[in-house]
């Protein structure tokens, strides 16, 4: 029996080998063997209930095209070689530009989804004069990473979701919330990013403090499989305050500095321009990599 495959890290790696196919006129060593391996844990993770992005789409048609992905490493392997590494690129190549189309779809996605964040941020800030803004990471620990798949996360987050809406315990006074789901290596593995806005007219208590009590709920849901980063870090708040970017904690809507950051900081969630890519490359059928909550103040907070 194959060893348990982290989905998140074998997905990334199957994108960077097609990468390289790409780019690579002649075969190199260890070809074969690569994408045999590839193939067998790709085999082993398919879902037909999950979207696969971009050049994955690839190994889910050689998934079904070919004979002996069943069979064993050497069987399998031996018909990769039949097929050869030319007409393996040819069949790619011919095809890859469809695939490009999903990362054209997502980097106009994520440009839509910050204009729809600047409008909802400043919908916000329209009806409270003054709010409180927490930030949290959320993913797994690094040790469980082989069991959690995309659909983990996702159910998580619903549970999670339904909290605030409903404005349970800690979410009370909830006035807006954003969400984003990314997928990163195996030390970040399937990630959630997450702002809370809190009107401060209600509620009382530092972004440090709700942070925290929004990581503890995560490990209650995900069984003690989950952790997060509060991102109201000592460290990085008095650095992001020595540049005059700190844009979570305490904002107030007649500070144009503070909104500004506030905002830019909100876009983060979007994965808008981000150094690393950390798009998903599988995802549930039909679920979005982002959202936001519904604006339910109905008249202004001094």
């Known amino acids: 029996m194959r060893n348990l495959i982290n989905q998140a890290q074998l997905t990334l790696d199957i994108e960077k080998f097609l990468k390289h196919l790409k780019g690579k006129s002649r075969e190199w060593d260890e070809f074969y063997s690569q994408l045999t391996n590839l193939l067998l844990d790709f085999d082993d993770i398919y879902d037909p209930d999950d979207e696969y992005l971009g050049y994955l789409q690839f190994f889910v048609i050689l998934r079904y095209d070919l004979q002996r992905i069943d069979s ?70 690094q040790e469980y990473s082989s069991r959690i798949r ?23 006074h909830v006035i807006g919330y954003i969400w984003g789901v990314e997928q990163g290596g195996k030390s970040k593995g399937f990630h959630c990013h997450l702002a809370i806005i809190y009107d401060t007219a209600f509620r009382d208590g ?47 809507r007649r500070d144009s500095t503070q909104v500004t950051n506030f905002i830019e900081a909100m876009e983060y969630l979007t994965d808008h321009h981000k150094r690393t890519l950390q798009y998903l490359r599988v995802k549930p059928r039909g679920r979005r990599v982002f959202g936001k909550g519904q604006l339910r103040v109905q008249y202004d907070r001094h």
């Open 72 to 141: 064993d490493y050497f069987d399998l392997m031996d018909e990769l070689k039949i097929i050869g590494y030319g007409e393996m690129r040819s069949w790619f190549l011919d095809l890859s530009e469809d695939f490009e189309k999903d990362y054209k779809m997502i980097e106009k996605q994520k440009d839509e989804n910050k204009i729809e964040v600047q409008e909802y941020c400043r919908s916000i800030l329209n009806k409270c004069s003054r709010i409180l803004v927490a930030r949290v990471d959320l993913g797994y620990l």
């Open 150 to 172: 995309v659909e983990d996360i996702y159910k998580d987050l619903d549970i999670l979701l339904n909290r605030i809406q409903n404005k349970d315990g800690i979410f009370k």
């Open 206 to 252: 530092s972004a440090a403090y709700w942070g925290n009590k929004i990581i503890a709920l995560w490990s209650e849901i995900t069984r003690d499989y989950g952790q997060g980063y509060n991102c109201w870090n000592r460290e990085r708040v008095k650095e992001l305050r020595g540049r005059d970017e700190l844009g979570i904690g305490l904002i107030y």
